[in-house]
T-cell receptor, first 115, second 116 residues
Framework: AQSVAQPEDQVNVAEGNPLTVKCTYSVSGNPYLFWYVQYPNRGLQFLLK??????LVKGSYGFEAEFNKSQTSFHLKKPSALVSDSALYFCAVRDGMNRDDKIIFGKGTRLHILP | EAQVTQNPRYLITVTGKKLTVTCSQNMNHEYMSWYRQDPGLGLRQIYYSMNVEVTDKGDVPEGYKVSRKEKRNFPLILESPSPNQTSLYFC???????????????FGSGTRLTVV
């Protein structure tokens, strides 16, 4: 069975500082990993994904994520936070062994960027 | 513009009054899914559909029905809504197949439902 955990309900970062939003996962096969962002009163938007290849994945709005197989983690990062990055972030995983298209979402981490 | 359209955006209803939330996508996607979002619980899958006339239960299907008569539409039906179904609902779609979701899901803007 696949699962994903976001250990932090909320992360506060000062504007201009680097940010990290944590995610760990559990799958039976190879993991397909995703980050989504939700701005207030909006649906979720796709940020980036890891399917295979380079462990450092670059996505939208200057975000990147690092796949670490030994630690089963896929942390979201950005070198310099902006106030506009404040939003709810969801990590998601799909088990590569599954034939259906099901993705499991974490509970979300609210990111506050302080001016 | 490629999109998933949900209607209505906001709905207040009374206990027991049947309602339908519509979802339509214009990307010819095979896979569609309904989620509910509740504080502290994240996104939980209600039902999903891998193609026309193919639907299956997600993690929290009780009290909900769906249908997939056409590829583009995937309505969510609450036959007898109760207050514990007050939530924010999202429809999502993806191309489907073993590689379908690898490009990510496309989400609708959400429907905020209140059952009193």
């Amino acid at each position: 069975a696949q699962s994903v955990a976001q250990p932090e309900d909320q992360v506060n970062v000062a504007e201009g500082n680097p940010l990290t939003v944590k995610c760990t996962y559990s799958v039976s096969g190879n993991p397909y990993l995703f980050w989504y962002v939700q701005y207030p009163n909006r649906g979720l938007q796709f940020l980036l994904k890891y399917i295979t290849g380079d462990n450092l994945v670059k996505g939208s709005y200057g975000f990147e994520a690092e796949f670490n197989k030994s630690q089963t983690s896929f942390h979201l990062k950005k070198p310099s936070a902006l106030v506009s990055d404040s939003a709810l972030y969801f990590c998601a995983v799909r088990d590569g062994m599954n034939r259906d298209d099901k993705i499991i979402f974490g509970k979300g981490t609210r990111l506050h960027i302080l001016p | 513009e490629a999109q998933v359209t949900q209607n209505p955006r906001y709905l207040i209803t009374v206990t027991g009054k049947k309602l339908t939330v519509t979802c339509s996508q214009n990307m010819n996607h095979e896979y569609m899914s309904w989620y509910r979002q509740d504080p502290g619980l994240g996104l939980r899958q209600i039902y999903y559909s891998m193609n026309v006339e193919v639907t299956d239960k997600g993690d929290v299907p009780e009290g909900y029905k769906v249908s997939r008569k056409e590829k583009r539409n995937f309505p969510l039906i609450l036959e007898s809504p109760s207050p514990n179904q007050t939530s924010l609902y999202f429809c999502a779609s993806s191309p489907g197949g073993t590689g379908g979701s690898l490009g990510g899901y496309t989400f609708g803007s959400g429907t905020r439902l209140t059952v009193v």
